[in-house]
């Protein structure tokens, strides 16, 4: 077995005495803890999937026998990837149709009465026959010795490893988490034997990637790892390393809460001398306590430890260090042995986990990440981190200096990311679908307001920012405490007084998020809330090519739907994140780049009845599109109007300009429902897809460009075309009671547009109704796609439409109220350079004889004076978020707080809005809503023109354009790396007296950049 490492543990440092009180009262007092307990005793979560469930039945699994626990975690020599993949969510009786239920894991385990077991979703059998658990590797039909798996009709399945891989995920880890803490919640020792029975089988089987050499006669277990019987490769994604018995992303949450589970069986392992002699019997080396302490911290914790070092262990930010972080507390270990606490520590805040600066440099201003909206919020496990910190800390005031270990949520950015999560709520209820996040779904109103996408974590963020809307949203829509921590003291007290103040208001409105690129068009009350959704995001993880998508939802319905999240991996690029397959267009049906800059919101403004968002992409940035010749885009940007007819009914209008390539095609789809289209006298194709009426589906073919391809037109089947001259309505209709429909109104500005429709999705999708707008170009000009979305409950809001003029373009829109003249001024030049574009709007609504709205926002032509008013800052303040614009001959009342500006230079822009004005000096101090803080680092190499920081720059490809902050200097930045490199407009020696080891703080303006603001001229009147 070779030499333990030795233990410096001495007490529980996780579940402490006030922490066990806490959880005790808790379970004792509220409603939301009282359901917790019922789930660690009596009900456990429901298993669907590999991972998911945080609790078991502990009830149910201490009534088991030692034996029973013992084997509960399978033997690790059990792989836990099928391979090859034929048979991944492939039952041998029924085929493929399991994946109707799940394409990811269409098995259930019920490890008590079906043990060694998977069920098939579709018809409830088991699988396999034998009972390997027994030791019978070969009876019956479908037998499966945990090697070599069951061959059947051609195929082989892998029934074993796909339990084993979800027993660990589903039931082991959560019934380690449920048995320990049902022991520090009742004492009761059964509870605490079978953990520690679990704990220890566990130890016996957990892999580790061999030792050092000093170490070396400890038991090398690399071939038991994730993918060590593949050499540490993934035998499908290759480029996918590491992993312990799961990946090295999910590992990193098992570990943690394995962590937890030992602390709180620690003390257990002392009393219970019949325990130790059941684990003898099982082959293990444990005399004592104490030995099984020192096995249990050296094959779980340090060959874990040492996983997460070396980059094995490693998940979204927030995983690994809270892993670290635990670790690190409850091995409580300072000795020379390595890695200890201090390495774990270090590893977190400085090492590869950086949580150092996360929160400042791996949060965008308005508190938006770097990934899908749902994948953001595992940021918020450095609320773990920052706690464990400060537990680690407590013990060691003396070695863990704030300086070095600073607070994580002390800088604006930190408290923005709970902010977001409340604001980036749409509709009451959901958050966009932008990159892989949300989906198809099944038509029904969501049942319950959602004042905040986050729970619990709001609760950290009251104690810590004192912010009236966090205690809001600790509280359902009745004013009941619906969530919490078991394992936190509760702050009823100060929640209940921060909700009860004055400034306790959520209030939805049109919102932009322009630093993480959604804008948010909402209006009407709670029973009408109306909610239009322009994605313009540059993601750099979990993202799509969903530039500039639009969604709908009304009433708590999803009624203009995204594709969300894939459907298994293997059809992502040719169909899930396909541009084609979102509402959006596509440039000779090339998929756009996935860069990480190139979003512009251009103009934003909300008054009475308009709301009003246009933004821009550069997505086919040095993209080779179908020919070689090809004229490149340089004109991609969307402009939404949500326009409000009553307190119930309203319309939105879309226009989507193109250039570039020789076809667009504007992609639209709703829900499941199939459409109702318009009479246009179809031609319906005969046989084949949208690639051909030869190229059957699924199939590889060569497009009319010659580039041999698998993705979206092969996807579609039921190919019909028409010529559309004139406006006509597509209906989806939800088949609720209400008759919640959604009507595309298509209208042709420039002449004819082809119309292509089917129904489209991906092998292992339903499919559903597609309508795809194609317009020629053969010259690459400029094509303009207007649409007008209404989305009636009962009879349609529009009667009808026409185009009145082109030049500017101008829509006439018949209501149930009367009418609507919107015109919009949006050139066909360039929108890939920051510089102003004269864009803007009008809504004219005459009800019977009478002018009831005229609104103007930004240029019209011939308006006077101009629609913009444009300045250059001339002072900042950025710790206040002020800025400063010269007085002069300007007008101060079109500066007023609640209004969106636009603030640019050559390299970058930024929509912010005004929270207050103030003249001082001969100025006009403009404060802004956020902080204009982009990065914060130390130098750690300065020469020329080149800078060298500390920090991971997640958001390197923004800096371009920034203004550099050091000592009393200031410098724009050229270039940067995510490694912290720069480059400079000017030799560092500008930077007098600044050195290595000073900090330098990164900002999103500075003096000489140009501000714009749009002006709103309503019933003539200015504002």
Known sequence: MGTLFANAKDSPTYYTPERVAAARHNAETYPWAKAVRKRIFTTGDSIRYYIGPEYTAADAYAAQTDDFIWLLQPDTRIARIVFPRDTVAFCPKHGADVKKISVWCPWRIDPISHPYQIQCMLGKEWYPSNAYHEGDLDSGEFADNGQDGCLHGGKRYFFLREYAHLVYGSVVVPTLRSLSEAYQLTGDPNYARKGCILLARLATQYPNYGWDKADGDLENRFDRTYLGPWDNHHP?????????????????????????????????????????????????????????????????????????????????????????MALALVLDDYSDNHPNSRDLVDYAFHGIGNSVDIMINGVLPDGGGHESPNYALIKLDFIRVSRLMEAIRERRPDAFPEERYPDLFADPKAKALFDYYIDIISNDYAYPSVGDCGGLRTMKPYPRVSRSALKHENLFAVEKYRDPRHALSCLDPDGELFTGELWEPYPEKLVRELAAGPD??????????????????????????????????????????????????????????????????????????????????????????????????????????????????????DVKLGREDARPVDLYERTVLLIDVDDERFYTVDLFLVNGGEQHDQSWHAFATPVVPPDLGWDAQDGGTLAGPNVQPFATWKDRWGRERNDVPSYVTEVRSATLTSPACWTWKTALLDDDQVRLHVVPVDGPLRVLAGRGGSPVRDKIDYVFLRNVVPDGGASRFLSVIDTPRGEPTIKSLEVTQTAPLQLRVHHVLGHDTITLNLPTTTSATMAHRPVGARLERVQGKDTTADITVGTLPGSTPSGYVTRAISAVDHDACRIALPTGTQQQDIWLAGRTLRLFGDARSALYQICQVEREGGCLWLTLDRTPLLARARITRLAGKTLSLDSTLIFCDRLPGALLQAGAGSVRIVSATKGGQLTLEEDVETLTGVGVGDEVRIMQYGTGDTVEIARIVSNAQQR
């Open 504 to 621: 306790a208001a959520i209030v939805r409105r049109s919102r932009v998020f322009d630093d993480y690129g959604v804008a948010i068009l909402e209006s009407g009350g709670p029973d009408h809330r109306r909610t239009a959704i322009l994605n313009y995001a540059s993601l750099i993880g979990h993202r799509q090519h969903d530039h500039l998508n639009l969604e709908f939802l009304a009433r708590r319905l999803y009624l203009l739907q995204d594709m969300g999240y894939p459907k298994t991996w293997e059809y992502r690029e040719q169909w899930d994140s396909n541009a084609l397959a979102h509402n959006t267009v596509t440039i000779d049906e090339t998929p756009a780049a996935y860069h990480r800059t190139g979003a512009l919101g251009r103009l934003f403004a909300s008054t009475g009845p308009l709301h009003m968002i246009t933004a821009s992409h550069n997505v086919y940035r």
């Open 236 to 324: 499908h994604y290759k480029w996918k390393q590491g992993g312990m018995i799961t990946d090295l992303i999910w590992e990193t949450f098992c570990l943690e809460a394995t962590v937890y589970a030992y602390d709180g069986l620690w003390a257990y392992m002392d009393q219970d001398p019949d325990m130790l002699s059941f684990l003898r019997s099982k082959g293990m080396p444990v005399e004592t306590a104490s030995d099984l302490r020192q096995y249990i911290e050296t094959y779980i914790f340090r060959a874990a430890a040492k996983g997460l070092l070396a980059g094995w262990i490693k998940g979204n930010e927030g995983f690994h260090q809270a892993a670290a």
